[in-house]
Nanobody, 115 residues
Framework: QVQVVESGGGLVQPGGSLRLSCAAS????????WCWYRQAPGKQLELVAT???????NYADSVKGRITISSDNAKNTVYLQMNSLKPADKTVYYC?????????WGRGTQVTVSS
């Protein structure tokens, strides 16, 4: 059974930083892409960042220059380094991992940006 578990969320002041982690386990196949999504209450799911197995990355315009996605393929883990956080970044962040055989979601980790 594939498990996808996020961690690292919490409360941070505006301008602060957080590093989210997401670890996947239980699948013998290689991850070919990782994604981070977020969804604020009453809003659509937003794709924040992606990274492919080869290391290619893409970011939403709203986070470019402030957020960096990286992965450790040996550990089946992806990271989201978030800097210069704004109140608008406050929401639940979800990890999405894609294998050749299917894709899986984590349950999310809450990020709160408040003074």
């Amino acid at each position: 059974q594939v498990q996808v578990v996020e961690s690292g969320g919490g409360l941070v002041q505006p301008g602060g930083s957080l590093r989210l982690s997401c670890a996947a386990s239980g699948c013998i196949f290689t991850v070919y892409a990782w994604c981070w999504y977020r969804q604020a209450p009453g809003k659509q799911l937003e794709l924040v960042a992606t990274i492919s197995r080869g290391g290619s990355t893409n970011y939403a315009d709203s986070v470019k220059g402030r957020i960096t996605i990286s992965s450790d393929n040996a550990k089946n883990t992806v990271y989201l380094q978030m800097n210069s956080l704004k109140p608008a970044d406050k929401t639940v962040y979800y990890c999405h991992v894609a294998y050749d055989i299917g894709a899986y979601w984590g349950r999310g980790t809450q990020v709160t940006v408040s003074s």
